[in-house]
């Protein structure tokens, strides 16, 4: 059985950092594309970030230059470095990953961006 379970979310002032991770098991994050999607009340669920089994990376252009996706396979969690925050990043946080053309999704993590 797969789970997806997200954590680091929390509440932060602007400009601050937060660091999320998506731990993975029943499914290997090396040889999968693990993505990272957030929602905010009444928005649709955007994409944020994504990471490809040979490190490829790709970003929002809203996010870009600020937030950075990594893996550790030892591990087998996915994290999402983010940087100089502001409040529109306020959302909750679903991680993602497909393999073998099937998909799933975690529960997600609070993040709010407030002073």
């Known amino acids: 059985q797969v789970q997806l379970v997200e954590s680091g979310g929390g509440l932060v002032q602007p400009g601050g950092s937060l660091r999320l991770s998506c731990a993975a098991s029943?499914?290997?994050?090396?040889?999968?594309?693990v993505s990272w999607y957030r929602q905010a009340p009444g928005k649709e669920r955007e994409f944020v970030a994504m990471?490809?089994?040979?490190?490829?990376?790709r970003y929002a252009d809203s996010v870009k230059d600020r937030f950075i996706i990594s893996r550790d396979n030892a591990q087998n969690t996915v994290s999402l470095q983010m940087n100089g925050l502001k409040p529109e990043d306020t959302a909750m946080y679903l991680c993602?990953?497909?393999?073998?053309?099937?998909?799933?999704w975690g529960q997600g993590t609070q993040v709010t961006v407030s002073s």
């Open positions: 993602k990953v497909i393999r073998s053309e099937r998909i799933y």
């Open positions: 029943g499914i290997t994050v090396v040889d999968s594309v």
């Open positions: 990471i490809t089994p040979i490190d490829n990376t």
